[in-house]
């Protein structure tokens, strides 16, 4: 199965939009809280066009299969990025195609300056969270910032200076 990742262009518009409408009711992120009810859903080419910011879509077979960004941390500090929305959709898992995504995202962290990455996820996510633990990611006992997902039960940070262990 050919895959490839590459930024989000416009017209991945409905595509990505779909996969995040797909998997999030999977995992029961619906309601109030969650990012499936951000407004940039409808519209990640342009939501992920502002400074320091990036989107992927991951194409496996010629669809659009996945994506995940970074993006400067809403009420955070200057030095850290969010990993936003990465979802894979099912057919695309299990077969390193989220550790790829995860991967990219972090490159773009690191080309944007960023010295931490913060995330929100959900306890029901383990396959997930086994793949952010696996980057190194930490977890926390509270959200950072002001991401407006109180949804989320779950929040890890990782330091990327490679001189701390990131």
Request: glycine share 12%.
């Amino acid at each position: 199965m050919p895959w490839t990742i590459r930024p989000i262009q416009p017209h991945d518009r409905s595509a990505v939009a779909a996969v995040i409408r797909t998997v999030m009711p999977e995992f029961g992120a619906v309601g109030p809280g969650f990012a499936i009810n951000d407004p940039e859903v409808d519209d990640m080419y342009v939501a992920y066009m502002r400074p320091r910011s990036a989107y992927f879509v991951l194409e496996l077979d010629g669809r659009i299969a996945g994506g995940g960004g970074i993006a400067p941390l809403e009420g955070g500090s200057a030095d850290t990025c969010e990993l936003r929305k990465m979802y894979v959709l099912p057919e695309a898992r299990g077969l390193g195609l989220g550790r790829a995504m995860l991967t990219r995202c972090l490159e773009a962290a690191v080309q944007h300056g960023f010295r931490y990455v913060y995330l929100e996820t959900l306890g029901t996510m383990t396959a997930a969270r086994r793949l952010y633990e696996a980057f190194g990611f930490e977890p926390r006992p509270t959200p950072l910032g002001a991401t407006g997902h109180f949804g989320c039960d779950a929040w890890f940070v990782k330091d990327l200076d490679v001189t701390a262990g990131g």
